[in-house]
């Protein structure tokens, strides 16, 4: 099996989401494990949203909050015709959740506010994400990350929890890695995010959702995990500063180690080490 993950620039819009089928179509006899990050800007504009909301500025926030639905709910309108009320009504559920949140009064730390209120732009993006390719027949499961993926409580910069994330993932997929199952082939769930054993959501640090992918790579014993992104591939340097930027066709773990040290936003730095424990390569 291998594990593809796709930026918020990859599904930013109706037509970058529509694209994902010619992607998938090349993939037909891998079982694909796609982690999803928040459409485009999703993730800032949450975060405005938290900010107002702790600030005391509840009318702000649930006005922002609703840029952001309508957003997506346009989204699913001219992605989805029979997948339509099935989506919304999934949509409307994580809408519900933070409306209520936000009617109340901030009585805890901020960093649990903003894991509580940030997590849903992974869960709205892979909802629409995945009944668009139930729509066009490509048959998948969506998967809340939360049920598999355990980090302690440390709030926007959790720690995963290995030993019960790969119980978890065990008693899941059992057997889908190796093709003895009756779940899709094509399982879809979110970047970034996680839950503690109080079911409370937690974060992984922003850009979290490349290290989201390591993680599954690493506990399914993955062949490889792909990272898709708007750009060709990795370059030497940041081509709109240096003309002579050049694409690398391949790098050494400890290379792109160095490359994330020294700055490079080629991959969250975390990513690396769960590949390189079990040989995993990684694509862009
Ligand atoms: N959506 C999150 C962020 O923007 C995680 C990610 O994109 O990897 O930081
Ligand atoms: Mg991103």
Same mark, same amino acid.
């Given at each position: 099996?291998?594990?593809?993950?796709?930026?918020?620039?990859?599904?930013?819009?109706?037509?970058?989401?529509?694209?994902?089928?010619?992607?998938?179509?090349? !993939?037909?006899?891998?079982?694909?494990?796609?982690?999803? %990050?928040?459409?485009?800007?999703?993730?800032?504009?949450?975060?405005?949203?938290?900010?107002?909301?702790?600030?005391?500025?509840?009318?702000?926030?649930?006005?922002?909050?609703?840029?952001?639905?309508?957003?997506?709910?346009?989204?699913?309108?001219?992605?989805?015709?029979?997948?339509?009320?099935?989506?919304?009504?999934?949509?409307?559920?994580?809408?519900?959740?933070?409306?209520?949140?936000?009617?109340?009064?901030? &009585?805890?730390?901020?960093?649990? !506010? !903003?894991?509580?209120?940030?997590?849903?732009?992974?869960?709205?993006?892979?909802?629409?994400?995945?009944?668009?390719?139930?729509?066009?027949?490509?048959?998948?499961?969506?998967?809340?990350?939360?049920?598999?993926?355990?980090?302690?409580d440390?709030?926007?910069?959790?720690?995963?929890?290995?030993?019960?994330?790969?119980?978890?993932?065990?008693? &899941?997929?059992?057997?889908?890695?190796?093709?003895?199952?009756?779940?899709?082939?094509?399982?879809?769930?979110?970047?970034?995010?996680?839950s503690t054993?109080e079911n409370e959501s937690?974060?992984?640090?922003?850009?979290? %959702?490349? #290290?989201?992918?390591?993680?599954?790579?690493?506990?399914?014993?993955?062949? %490889?995990?792909?990272?898709?992104?708007?750009?060709?591939? &990795?370059?030497?340097?940041?081509?709109?500063? #240096?003309?002579?930027?050049? #694409?690398?066709?391949?790098?050494? #773990?400890?290379?792109?180690?160095?490359?994330?040290?020294?700055?490079?936003?080629?991959?969250?730095?975390?990513?690396?080490?769960?590949?390189?424990?079990?040989?995993?390569?990684?694509? &862009?």
């Amino acid at each position: 099996m291998k594990v593809f993950k796709f930026g918020g620039a990859s599904v930013n819009s109706i037509e970058r989401i529509q694209f994902l089928p010619q992607i998938l179509h090349q !993939y037909k006899n891998d079982r694909l494990l796609i982690i999803i %990050s928040a459409m485009g800007k999703t993730t800032n504009a949450l975060e405005k949203v938290t900010e107002c909301f702790y600030g005391g500025n509840k009318e702000e926030a649930l006005l922002l909050f609703d840029a952001i639905k309508q957003q997506h709910l346009t989204t699913a309108k001219y992605l989805l015709v029979t997948q339509f009320n099935a989506c919304i009504e999934k949509l409307a559920d994580f809408f519900t959740e933070v409306e209520w949140l936000l009617h109340d009064k901030p &009585v805890r730390a901020y960093d649990y !506010y !903003y894991d509580q209120v940030v997590c849903i732009g992974e869960l709205l993006s892979t909802v629409i994400v995945s009944h668009y390719l139930n729509e066009v027949q490509i048959q998948n499961k969506w998967i809340d990350v939360r049920d598999i993926l355990r980090t302690d409580d440390n709030f926007r910069d959790a720690s995963v929890d290995w030993a019960y994330t790969q119980k978890k993932v065990t008693e &899941v997929f059992g057997n889908w890695g190796q093709g003895n199952s009756n779940t899709p082939s094509i399982c879809i769930t979110q970047g970034f995010i996680g839950s503690t054993d109080e079911n409370e959501s937690t974060t992984l640090g922003r850009e979290g %959702s490349d #290290f989201t992918a390591a993680i599954f790579a690493n506990l399914l014993d993955a062949e %490889s995990q792909t990272i898709w992104k708007d750009v060709e591939g &990795v370059m030497s340097a940041d081509p709109k500063l #240096f003309e002579e930027a050049v #694409f690398i066709g391949a790098l050494s #773990f400890e290379e792109v180690i160095e490359m994330a040290y020294y700055g490079a936003q080629v991959i969250h730095p975390k990513t690396i080490k769960p590949l390189q424990n079990k040989g995993i390569p990684l694509h &862009v």
